[in-house]
């Protein structure tokens, strides 16, 4: 039998339609391990936003350019949405059980280290590390709950992982100006040694390993060159597009080297014994449509959400604290709604709950686009709460269309694809809002700067003004009077407001898109846990 063959029937049916045994005591006890595996993934999503709190603190700190601190957050992104993949991968050939724990340990091993670091560089090179670690943990987590769970509990599982997945995201920034205001910006990082400790001596416990009977046996090394070339090209040119350009020759020779580099990719796939990335995968409808629906949610939810921090502290003067607060809405419907979802898809299936909840994005994303300076707390509350409420079911329905329609031997390979999906769709969403925002602002700022009959700028002073504007600051000179500051301060506020109506609409076109390819979703032909595996 070909090679093809074998992974066209793997890709397609399920091995067993029995669930696991019930564990007995500790060990492999299935919601046991989901809150082993959620103290880990809670640790790794926590650090995606508590950063940025820390970021300026350790630019005084370690005296720090801009560029350095950018790549504090930047290698961190980076090294995370390259190595998913093959990281999902090891997790496959080697056991989940074993790569969680390395990968927890490395984690917390690294964020201790950032913490001990005296130079910028040191923090650089061991967020990298971080990122690489992080990427090995993900993954795994899913695959060890797809493995212990029986098929109608799965959801309700991946539901609770997903709230503590939103929960940890949007209470960064509030753990994160806690810690910086009164610790320091180090604790930040120490937090995550007593978690790691936790969350291994917990694994130890508890976690058991579970193998399909046809887990690969061997690595595609050129494949997992191409494919981490592939998405660092791609990554790397959405990160620096706004710097550079977008129709820069950088950008786009990034761009046109990960298209190339992804093409070669899939055309090597067809003729390796055991491919990174099994492209029958992809004949799956569901399956396809589940990655597609997780980038343009990611692209939807990060790419806004990264206009809201600015918009909270910058134009409305919040710390970063009062800011987080204001998110509760968002965080407490993820949480609340995450589980209700996984109950909801387990009884209807993925496809309803999916459409509705990017319908409710959708909703959320033109209501905010109304947001302007003088909004109030609570209309702000009831568009965050429904964004919330509206992502909630995804999180939940994509993960288990992705990671249930793939067999049980590549459940790593969905997780990290799953995790890919997102990180793609996020960077994306951010470049692509992020210009539409400065293009706004370009084309709005010296009209209204000269309504309100400002002095008028060099083209120098508008470029250095448009920069500050795109993220709501007002570009204020010292000493300028009181009563042009105000106006300066209006004028900025407006233009930044007027920009963020329009990427938000932007967004939530992006959700309608998102709703309409839910409708190619359906629960996973393969989602009975434990299908065929070998418990060690």
Known sequence: MTSQTTAEKASREP??????????????HPWLTLF??????????????????????????????????????????????????????????FGHRQTFLIGVVGFAAASGAIGLSGSVALVITFRVLQGLFGALLMPAALGLLRATFPAEKLNM???????????????????GGVLVEHVSWQSVFFINVPVGVAALLLGLVILK??????????FDIGGIVLLSQAMFC?????????????????????????????VVFALSQKNVREPLIPLAMFRSVPLSAGVVLMVLMAFAFMGGLFFVTFYLQNVHGMKAVDAGLHLLPLTGMMIVGSPLAGLLITKLGPRVPLVGGMVCTAVAM??????DTGTGTLTMSIWFGLLGLGLAPVMVGATEVIVGNAAMELSGVAGGLQQAAMQVGGSLGTAVLGAVMASQVDSK?????????????????????????????????????????????????????????TAFMVAGVVAVIAALVATLTKRGVNAEAGMGAGHI
């Open 445 to 501: 700022l010296a009209d209204n700067w000269a309504a309100a009959q400002l002095p008028p700028l060099s083209p120098q002073q508008l470029d250095q003004a448009s920069s500050a504007v795109e993220v709501g600051i007002p570009p204020l000179a010292p000493g300028v009077p009181g009563p042009v500051a105000e106006k300066i301060t209006s004028v900025a506020h407006d233009t930044f407001v007027s920009g963020m109506t």
């Open 36 to 93: 082993s595996v959620a103290i880990g993934v809670m640790m790794v999503a926590l650090d995606g936003t508590i950063v940025a709190i820390a970021n300026p603190a350790i630019q005084h700190d370690l005296n720090a350019s801009l560029a350095d601190v950018q790549w504090i957050t930047n290698g961190y992104m980076l090294a995370l949405a390259v190595s998913l993949i093959t990281a999902g991968k090891l997790g496959d050939r």
């Open 157 to 175: 599982a991946i539901g609770i992982w997903g709230m503590v997945i939103g929960a940890s995201t949007a209470g960064g920034p509030i753990l």
């Open 15 to 28: 091995q067993s339609t029995l669930a696991p045994a019930p564990a007995k005591g500790l060990r492999g």
């Open 366 to 371: 033109f209501g905010m686009s109304q947001l």
């Open 234 to 262: 791609l990554i790397w040119a959405l990160i620096k597009g706004s710097e550079w350009g977008w129709g820069d020759f950088k950008t786009l020779g990034f761009l046109g080297a990960a298209v190339v580099l992804f």
């Open 209 to 218: 390993d579970h193998r399909a009977e046809n887990a690969p046996r061997s």
